[in-house]
């Protein structure tokens, strides 16, 4: 193997070692967290030191400790590592870790070593011959589906088509997944959305339990259900939590259109059991619930891809019209390939960085005016790069300019779209004849939709396209893999990386998915 020397120079610009990043506005002056090694005696020993259960500050002292006695130790994980240091983890969670680095050349052998063959190198002053006893054990997996062995942790390292072979066991588990999340539990929550996404992952159906062996995220609970609707057909938690009065009234309250979970919470614990009680009893609502009871039977009713169509070419027109050279995308689960919806999702953009700026209210002005919208509420942009990097913990939300809309959409549009016929024009002018009605009937023309706009400078676009895209367990762990695995940070709106405090500009998702060494996936197999 050839070690070249010159890549552990120690250097005081961070933007030698990542050319390709650019640093903040104003630069961070001081050193980068990791220092390279001044000089390197052993350069055929290139060891890394796993931070997993030992501890930055742990892994920090080891590192500078190895450095000072002249062994090559590496910051990141690379093929070339020929040494993988860990202490107290087993030959399996080591293994676990190593299946999971993208930058692992397979063919090459790696040794997986105790903290012991450290601690007597450094004893002897050199890098000692391994032996047995520094070996972890890796215990050889069972055998099994090939491809369930190669079933990886993170949903965003893994393929999810929008059909997949399990549903009879995913839609149970999601409604677990569901009732934890009204009851406040996230962790509960997520645990089941995570095993639900891993069968969705399988490629094929599940038959006996002996089929989950070797696949991640599946506890304890999650196993118990599915031997049960294995060998019974159905679950008696699950169907239990579908019929009780909370989960159906947390999930009729919910679904209006500006109820979260706390107020859903506190009206079922006051009694009420549906919006007709909301209405009944006189509650105080607010803008968005007042028009989310309105139109509550449209907005349960899926949107379907034929109405997303013609909603994209409404927006298109607005957007246009008041700033050419605009660029709209259709965002969410119809960029994922769904055929419905609960919602229509849409990034919009200019590439003269600051034309963007103030673009919603001349978007929904214009579409006012055109009586296309029943509601909205337009929020404005509050994001400021912070130049020590995001708030700890980072702050999932995200700031764009952004508006929550409902339209109101003419179904002789969509008839004529889906015989793909129809112009714009058709579409608004059944919009300004006729007033919203309190009285909204099946044999209206129109339909009431939920529409999200989204504006993003240009310089976030891509993290805005990859934020909006989902699914929203997809995102979660894009998220939690940039933290615990790269130390990175990600949001909508930028990557930052915490070891050497700098920003990490992309301007395609594809570029996003290589700093964070993942394996690009696109959008149709980010289903999880
Ligand atoms: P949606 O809730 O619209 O989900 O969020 P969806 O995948 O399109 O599915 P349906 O069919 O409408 O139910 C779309 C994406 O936008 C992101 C979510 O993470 C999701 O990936 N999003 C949504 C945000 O980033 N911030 C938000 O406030 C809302
Ligand atoms: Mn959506």
């Known amino acids: 193997m050839k070690v070249n020397l010159d890549d552990f120079r120690q250097t005081e610009d961070p933007e030698c070692i990542f050319s390709t990043m650019i640093p903040l506005k104003r ?44 062994f090559l130790i590496r910051e990141t994980y690379s093929s070339s590592i020929t040494h993988v240091v860990s202490e107290n983890n087993s030959g399996d969670e080591v293994q676990a870790w190593l299946d999971n680095q993208t930058e692992r050349d397979a063919s090459s052998s790696v040794h997986l070593l105790d903290i012991r063959w450290f601690t007597e190198s450094m004893e002897a002053g050199h890098p000692i011959t391994v032996q047995d006893r520094h070996i972890l054990k890796v215990n050889p997996k069972p055998n099994g589906d090939p491809s369930a062995m190669q079933m990886k942790s993170y949903a965003c390292q893994r393929r999810t088509p929008l059909k997949h072979h399990n549903s009879f066991l995913t839609e149970a588990l999601e409604i677990l997944s569901q009732n934890a999340e009204y009851n406040d539990n996230e962790g509960r929550s997520v645990a089941f ?61 919910t679904g ?15 009694g009420l059991r549906s919006p007709d009680d909301l209405i009944r009893t006189g509650q105080q609502l607010n803008r968005a619930q007042q028009a989310g009871l309105q139109y509550y039977d449209d907005l349960q009713k899926p949107v379907t891809k034929a109405e997303a169509d013609v909603i994209s070419d409404i927006v298109e027109k607005a957007v246009h019209a008041v700033l050419p050279g605009a660029e709209i995308q259709l965002m969410g689960g119809f960029r994922r390939g769904k055929e419905v919806g609960h919602d229509v999702d849409f990034l919009i953009t200019h590439p003269e ?34 130049m020590d990097g995001p708030a700890r913990p980072p702050n999932n939300m995200d700031r764009f300019e952004r508006c929550f809309s409902i339209f109101k959409l003419q179904k002789s549009a969509v008839r004529c779209k889906s015989n793909s016929t129809a112009s714009v024009e058709d579409v608004s002018r059944g919009g300004e004849n ?33 934020g909006w895209t989902g699914s929203k367990l997809f995102e979660r762990e894009l998220r939690r893999w940039a933290g615990q695995e790269k130390h990175m940070s990600l949001s909508s709106h930028a990557l930052y990386d915490s070891k050497q405090n700098l920003y990490l500009r992309a301007k395609t998702e594809e570029e996003i998915f290589a700093y964070l060494g993942l394996e690009f996936i696109p959008p149709s197999e980010r289903n999880a």
């Open 434 to 466: 006729e007033r919203p009605s309190e009285h909204h009937s099946e044999e209206s023309g129109w339909r009431a939709v939920r529409v999200d706009l989204v504006v993003s400078p240009y310089s976030q676009f891509a993290f805005a396209t990859l």
């Open 193 to 253: 959305r995570r095993a639900a996404s891993v069968l969705k992952a399988l490629p094929h159906r599940v038959k006996t339990i002996e089929d989950l062996r070797c696949l991640p995220c599946l506890g304890d609970h999650s196993q118990r259900v599915i031997k049960e609707i294995l060998e019974d057909g159905s679950s008696r938690e699950v169907e239990s939590t579908r019929q009780s009065e909370q989960f159906q009234t947390m999930k009729a309250l």
């Open 353 to 386: 960085e600051g034309k963007e700026e103030g673009l919603m209210p001349k978007i929904t002005n214009w579409l006012e005016e055109q009586g296309l919208l029943l509601y909205q509420k337009t929020t404005r942009n509050s994001y400021l790069e912070k």
């Open 27 to 70: 630069k961070k002056v001081s050193q980068p967290v990791s220092q390279q090694n001044d000089t390197c005696t052993f350069p055929h020993v290139s060891i890394f030191i796993l931070e997993r259960k030992m501890g930055t500050s742990r892994r920090a002292f080891l590192t500078r400790l190895g450095r000072s006695k002249g």
């Open 256 to 270: 209006i259109f500006g109820v979260g979970v706390r107020t859903a919470d506190r009206w079922f614990r006051e």
